[in-house]
């Protein structure tokens, strides 16, 4: 097995989660981290061996194999592009850029130059989701009907919750859709084999002023502000959407997100109805995949290697009857890249890369432009 060195840019949350999820595949070696903010003692915190705060500089004196960019949507583009220019892979976060210009750029650069290249759309990685793909794609559920579902948080319920999320300059126009519609939307196309092919987008902002802290915050921190730590500021991005969409076999669907709906910490849903079955995940019951019959009894299938189609026990690390989430997920979505990267194959729509990442931005720009427009928005 061949060993990597990677680095990895942005030290909030998620990049946590991607130095933890790397350790877990046993081949590849964390050598250096980049972020603005105290570089040395993040490095010290995450046992990383050294710590930078440009990340130029990390790659030009690192030469990795492999860079995980982990940082606000603003800085995707140009970290992306200083990478691949060297030959070096990439896995960026979602959603990919900041803008569909910007996610153009990188297509364009990533086709032409064939330096490999992931996204991290960890949610494929779930088991029970790629037995709901193996099943869509191999006629078990006959022909698809409707797709329906949800993405549901409530870490921005209130007006003191506050995110770099909510500035455009940072993320881009779109707020919730960009941020985990990306992932229903790429979950449903995945799963379904289908192309959505037009959209109709509500969107609604409850919040129109929040209260952005003086201080830094960390995302999910759940930190409550007092009115002294904070000034009130303009919101245009939106806190919830609801989306219906056209696929390219005359599929209906609907999906509603927001980061407002109280009790709900993270939870995915994702059915679809075909003219034989139908199947229904829940983030909250990850291991679980409900199957619905007109003719015989429902069915719930859990996770266990020795019951599930050949695609879903690629997603799985541990016997049936031992629980797998979402850490897991980002280390199945590793291990495939990495693997992809030894073997010098290509994804064949397993992990996402930067095509999937441009496309998830032309459907988030759709979106965007119905929302705006109130009317159907063809792709």
């Known amino acids: 097995m061949k060993q990597y060195r990677a680095c990895v840019i942005g030290m909030g949350y998620i990049g ?6 790397l350790r877990r595949l046993g081949n ?8 603005t903010t105290n570089p040395t003692e993040k490095a010290a915190a995450y046992h990383v061996p050294r710590g930078y705060s440009d990340y ?3 790659i030009d004196l690192e030469q990795p194999d492999v860079v995980h960019i982990c940082t606000p949507n603003d800085s995707h583009c140009e970290m992306a592009l200083y990478a691949m220019e060297r030959g070096i892979a990439v896995m960026l976060e979602k ?30 990685w779930y088991p029970q989701v790629l037995q709901a ?16 579902g949800s993405y549901l948080q409530d870490w921005m319920l209130l007006d003191t919750d506050y995110n770099w999320r909510a500035e455009p300059a940072l993320s881009g126009e779109s707020r919730v859709f960009a941020d985990i519609g990306s992932h229903w939307i790429d979950l449903a196309e995945t799963v379904t084999g289908l192309r959505v092919t037009e959209v109709m987008a509500d969107f609604a902002t409850f919040h129109p002023v929040r209260k952005k802290p003086l201080k830094p915050i960390a995302t999910f921190s759940g ?12 919101v245009s991005t939106e806190d919830y959407c609801t989306v ?15 980061q407002m709906m109280a009790g709900r910490k993270n939870q995915i849903l994702l059915s679809i109805g075909g003219s034989k079955r139908s199947v229904s995940w829940n983030s909250d019951d990850s291991n679980e995949l409900w199957i619905g019959r007109r003719d015989s009894f429902n069915q719930k299938a859990a996770k266990d290697p020795a019951l599930l189609s050949p695609l879903a026990r690629t997603a799985i690390g541990y016997p049936g009857g031992h629980v797998e989430g979402y850490p897991d997920t980002f280390k199945q979505n590793f291990k495939a890249f990495y693997t992809a990267l030894e073997t010098g194959t290509a994804s064949n729509g397993t992990f996402a890369t930067i095509a999937d990442g441009l496309r998830e931005m032309e459907i988030g720009q759709a979106v965007l432009t119905s929302a705006k427009e109130r009317r159907w928005v063809e792709l």
């Not at 992931?118 to 949610?123: E, I, L, P």
């Not at 930190?223 to 303009?234: I, Q």
């Open 223 to 234: 930190v409550t502000l007092r009115p002294e730590d904070c000034e009130e500021v303009p």
């Open 244 to 258: 219906l969409y056209h696929f390219n076999n005359g599929a209906h669907g609907v999906c509603t997100v927001t």
């Open 133 to 148: 793909k193996s099943m869509a794609q191999s006629g078990e559920l006959g022909d698809i009907f409707a797709v329906q």
């Open 95 to 124: 959603p990919m850029t900041r803008t569909l210009s910007e996610a153009r750029q990188l297509g364009e650069y990533a086709e032409a130059h064939r330096v490999p290249n992931a996204v991290n759309f960890n949610c494929r």
């Open 28 to 35: 590849v070696t964390v050598t250096a981290l980049a972020t």
């Open 56 to 58: 130029r500089e990390m």
């Open 16 to 21: 946590g989660v991607h130095i933890e999820a």
